[in-house]
């Protein structure tokens, strides 16, 4: 088996020594995302709603550039830097995977990169 690494522009650069997806064995690994526009490299926003939104948008552009969609994904992790913004993130998450959803956890964190209020990465089937 060989492993192959993933990247687009359409969603940020990586801000250090790792690939936005990689590919082995039948799966994708998708790196977290946080809610970095991808031509400015600049949060999307400070409110929770616009860096989730631009989270999922950065994850399905992942995930297209590897050949799958959020219908192939098995699993995700949700990073938050304040549990009080879950249900906001729980309904811009239920619009994505609103039919069979994936397996889940969600995790309070201290910080993120750039100081992000949210990060979320996934597994999924790779085609």
Known sequence: MKKITFETDRAPEAIGPYSQAVK????????????????????????IVSQ????????GEVLKA???????????TIYLADM??????????GEVFNELPPARETVAVKTLPKNAL?????LAIAN
């Open 24 to 47: 082995y064995d039948g799966i994708l690994y998708c790196s977290g995302q946080i809610g970095l526009d991808p031509e400015t490299m600049q949060l999307s926003g400070s409110d």
């Open 52 to 59: 989730s939104r631009q989270v999922m948008k950065n994850l």
């Open 66 to 76: 590897s050949g799958c969609n959020f219908n192939d994904v098995l699993k995700c």
């Open 84 to 93: 009080d913004d879950f249900a906001k993130v729980n309904e811009i998450y």
């Open 118 to 122: 949210v990060e979320i990465s996934c």
